[in-house]
């Protein structure tokens, strides 16, 4: 910037100072990211998945009763570890809340980050509160987390997922991942807590299934001759009686119908086979075990033609899926606006960010829910501010003052953070009052204030402009927006 022809027009030098102010400070805000967190279950995109932190919750009291309030801490442990930030879910069971300067917010999933906490000690720990409901049951209260490396930037870092499971008001009974809904679930695929009876939904009551993928492969299922275990005991065919074999042409493993000269055998024998339903009895490529490909046939012989494989476009309420397997014939369908309903309706790739309730409400896992303290000033806010719940003589994203997220703030709405309305847990507007899907934990820093000064710098040229004259084709190329977009946690 050392040498610069005086005899440039202004209009021209004008336009050059907001090129060099917009790239520094572009510059900046794509390195610091959004420091709120989003409500998701997976870091990974943004962050990559160098490592995995480890991640656990412990609850005080260890055992509560219906109705009870819990304390529980949650804690991020990676050896790189420099700030942490985390999505804390119940499952719409129980109420969540956030605990004064622990660093979390009430997001429309549940808990975010406000933003990124330092580590202590090789770690990083939020405390948040539940209320169980009122009738026994039980809980899984999980929570998807991102271990930063503090490096300013997206990469190096561990996300990492942990959860807590307990029943309450009755004797606990454990309950097992049930994949394939025949009745057997399977440990290693996840378990939760209840009270006796009727398993949740996707659950089962009795462990062992080898084969989640299955539906007639379980403990106790009869055993048939073909090669496989189908009752779980770790044995093939053991006892089994022979089966009734039909030609199989293509040797596919598969016969296209009962006809032809049958016989006694088990699975395996050359040119016969046991399971029925070939689509193409001659083309060995297709039949119902095969996985559909997007080939413009029916693979798997279901009667349908590259479902679910055909390139996908869009997000949320927008995705879409091409009418061909060409991925340019993908045309995403139109957003719609957001509602209360753990869905992304706007196709922004958050979920109920800045969905509308009643006065008094705020959105809670996709549910409207009185607002923590109630409105009206001197309200008990979840964290440090001055006034009510919701605020006094501001509505929408007017300007308030003190407010922090989910707290109160004279003059401010709720979800108000000053002039900059910064809504709670990301799920709202970013620092500059923008709606975006950034990625947020890896970069500490908040680029509201060079985006401020950016700003400004446009209206002192605006104004010097109206002076000097129009700047012609430069002010028409100026970019809308300064905000870069990316996604996640």
């Not at 949650?74 to 809340?97: D, E, M, P």
């Not at 598969?254 to 339903?277: E, F, I, N, Q």
């Not at 509602?339 to 309730?357: K, T, Y």
Request: net charge negative; with cysteine; hydrophobic share 30%.
């Amino acid at each position: 910037m050392s040498r610069v022809s005086h005899d440039r027009p202004r209009s021209t030098r004008l336009a050059f100072l907001i090129a060099a102010t917009a790239s520094a400070l572009l510059f900046e805000r794509a390195a610091a990211a959004r420091a709120s967190g989003i409500v998701t279950s997976d870091c990974s995109g943004c962050h990559g998945s160098a490592s995995q932190s480890m991640v656990t919750i412990t609850a005080s009291p260890s055992t509560f009763n219906p109705g009870d309030t819990v304390n529980l801490t949650l804690t991020i442990q990676w050896s790189s570890i420099k700030v942490g930030g985390a999505y804390v879910t119940s499952n719409n069971v129980g109420t969540l809340r956030p605990i004064s300067g622990e660093g979390l917010a009430m997001s429309s999933g549940g808990l975010t980050h406000s933003s990124p906490k330092a580590a202590a000690g090789g770690q990083v720990t939020f405390r948040f509160s539940w209320q169980a409901p009122s009738t026994p049951g039980g809980v899984e209260i999980e929570a998807f987390v991102l271990a930063g490396n503090g490096n300013n930037a997206s990469s190096g870092d561990a996300p990492g997922y942990g959860t807590f499971v307990a029943a309450f008001g009755c004797e606990a009974r454990e309950y097992y991942r049930d994949w394939d809904a025949d009745g057997y679930g399977a440990r290693a695929n996840g378990l939760v807590l209840g009270c006796p009876g009727a398993p949740p939904t996707g659950y089962a009551a009795k462990d062992g299934d080898c084969d989640e993928n299955n539906e007639r492969v379980f403990p106790g299922a009869p055993e048939i001759c073909n090669t496989k275990d189908d009752n779980c005991n770790g044995q093939i065919d053991e006892n089994a009686p022979a089966a009734m074999l039909w030609p199989d042409a293509d040797g596919d493993g598969y016969y296209s119908s009962a006809t032809g000269m049958s016989v006694m055998g088990c699975v395996g024998l050359k040119g016969y086979a046991a399971l029925g339903g070939d689509c193409a009895p001659s083309d060995p490529t297709i039949n119902p075990g095969v996985k559909e490909t997007c080939n413009a046939k029916d693979d798997n012989c279901d009667g349908r033609v590259d479902e679910r494989v055909r390139p996908q476009c869009g997000t949320g309420w927008c995705a879409r899926e091409s009418t061909s397997c060409d991925p340019a014939d993908c045309k995403p369908g139109p957003p719609r606006a957001e509602e209360c309903n753990l869905f992304d309706d706007d196709c922004d790739g958050e979920i109920d960010n800045g969905a509308r309730c009643d006065p008094g409400q705020q959105c809670s896992s996709g549910v409207c829910v009185p607002v923590a303290g109630g409105p009206g000033s001197g309200g008990a806010p979840v964290t440090a501010g001055s006034g009510g719940g919701s605020g006094s003589g501001g509505s929408g994203t007017g300007t308030g003052t003190g407010g922090a997220v989910s707290a109160s703030g004279s003059g401010g709405s709720l979800g108000d953070s000053g002039a900059s309305g910064h809504a709670s847990g990301g799920a709202g507007p970013d620092a500059t009052g923008s709606s975006s899907s950034s990625c947020r934990v890896a970069g500490e820093a908040d680029a509201s204030l060079p985006m401020s000064l950016l700003l400004a710098v446009v209206a002192f040229v605006a104004a010097r402009s109206r002076r000097a004259g129009p700047v012609s084709s430069v002010a028409a190329s100026w970019p809308a927006r300064g905000v870069r977009r990316s996604r996640r946690v």
